[in-house]
């Protein structure tokens, strides 16, 4: 398609789709409001983040006080480290202009979420066309998970504008070749690194991909040490701070207190939050996090393999549990707390009774399309040379973050590959059209051939 036919057609369409992500999100925030949610109530992540945010502003620090803890093992320094500083400063500088408001912040969130339409239309395009393009864009506008989470006070709708731009940046480069494009997707997986500690470490198996695609060392170191450069000065921050050379301890808390946890839980019967709180009482007594990570995972390494591995089929097709409950309702149902100590079978029932559960079993049916249509597009783009860049470094992306899930595979943790999802979903769906095409070509010419009684072989 030329450019003056796009002038005239496609950037009207392109409008019409980042209207079709505006309302629904922007309308979900409106019905929470008005039925009296608040998102700092129950979330200690939410709670955490406005709270940060509040502290670089009027104390100038990165600090939690302020900030009540649940458990007592929960001190103040123990969450500081676990917080990284992107989400807590973009917060921040929307506190700066409108105060320290959370819906004010929720606002600008949909925005960034309306962005990365544009970022999923971009890639697509790109790679496929203005029309695959558009269908993409079109798909993520309506993704039940992007539309739920596009103004909530977690950093993965952040996160997954970033990450789709490091993605862009790297597709540039691999397709150019182009040093300064290599660094540029370095740099900004850093800085979603700095958001999510996890990409860090994608960062390092980027590299991999370079020199299995181009044989260019150069490229592929540059793409690990510009993402490592950029966490860097946030690590010698809490040596000086916390006493801890690490860009967070979120790691090993989530791999404690949620994998081993729940591994533990499925090997011997006793309930995962039982554990959690043994887990606490033992660091409480002294023993390291490090050893008790060694000592249980030669335990349970068995256990927590069948986890990760379910964890990241689940990652595929799971709704979040309660927050469309908590959105719709204006309250907090606690679903999770009996799923988490009861088990799955004691909770559900409660659960679909409640506002919303209409809602998460919808995005169920459509996680599982779409992931359906994803991967059909990832086996047709395999078969294209000129599209082998794009399908490789997006497989690498799905394989990265659905097997980092773990056993808890809430629904905003497949957030940060929603938008690279789409782009291989909209081409599915073109494949199965054109194959639908086919079928139906098909039956009509064989349709005259029977009328006139002569076999289609002849």
Aim: glycine share 8%.
């Amino acid at each position: 398609m030329n450019q003056s036919k796009f002038g005239e057609t496609g950037y009207i369409k392109l409008l019409l789709v980042l209207l079709l992500a505006a309302v629904p999100r922007y309308a979900l925030i409106t019905f929470a409001y008005l039925h009296g949610y608040n998102p700092l109530s129950r979330r200690a992540d939410q709670l955490q983040y406005h709270i940060l945010a509040s502290n670089l502003l009027e104390k100038h620090r990165h600090s939690l006080e302020g900030w009540v803890a649940v458990e007592g093992w929960e001190n103040q320094s123990f969450w500081e480290r676990n917080r990284t500083p992107v989400f807590p400063f973009f917060i921040a500088a929307v506190y700066k202009i409108a105060g320290p408001k959370p819906y004010a912040a929720s606002l600008v969130m949909v925005l960034v979420s309306c962005c990365t339409v544009l970022l999923v239309y971009t890639v697509s395009k790109q790679v496929f066309g203005q029309r695959i393009g558009l269908l993409a864009g079109t798909l993520f506008a309506l993704s039940p998970t992007s539309v739920l989470y596009a103004g909530s006070m977690f950093p993965d709708t952040l996160h997954a504008a970033i990450v789709t731009a490091g993605y862009w940046a790297l597709l540039k480069a691999l397709n150019n070749r182009r040093y300064g494009l290599y660094a540029l997707g370095g740099a900004i997986l850093g800085l979603a690194g700095l958001i999510r500690p996890s990409t860090l470490y994608l960062a390092l198996c980027i590299p991999v991909l370079i020199v299995w695609l181009h044989r260019e060392w150069k490229a592929a170191l540059l793409v690990a040490v510009l993402a490592w450069a950029v966490a860097l000065p946030w690590a010698v921050r809490n040596l000086l701070v916390h006493g801890h050379f690490e860009v967070s301890s979120i790691g090993s808390y989530n791999m404690l207190y949620y994998n081993l946890a729940q591994a533990r839980s499925r090997a011997t019967g006793v309930p995962a939050l039982r554990i959690k709180n043994l887990y606490a009482a033992q660091e409480l007594s002294g023993v390291s996090r490090k050893a008790l990570i060694e000592q249980e995972t030669r335990k349970y390494w068995k256990q927590l393999l069948i986890n990760q591995i379910e964890g990241s089929i689940a990652f595929w097709f799971v709704p979040d549990r309660t927050y469309w409950v908590e959105l719709l309702s204006g309250s907090y149902p606690g679903t999770r707390k009996e799923l988490w100590i009861s088990g799955f079978l004691a909770g559900v029932p409660s659960y679909l009774k409640m506002p919303g559960a209409m809602f998460a079993l919808v995005a169920v049916a459509l996680n599982v399309i779409i992931a359906f249509f994803g991967f059909w597009g990832i086996l047709a783009s395999f078969k294209q040379k000129t599209q082998i860049h794009a399908t490789a470094l997006g497989c690498l992306f799905f394989l990265f973050y659905s097997l980092s899930t773990g056993a808890v595979a809430w629904g905003r943790y497949r957030l940060q590959v929603e938008p690279i999802l789409m782009v291989f979903a909209a081409k599915g769906l073109e494949r199965f059209s054109a194959f639908r095409r086919r079928k139906n070509h098909r039956v009509e010419a064989v349709q005259p051939q029977k009328q006139q009684g002569v076999s289609p072989k002849q």
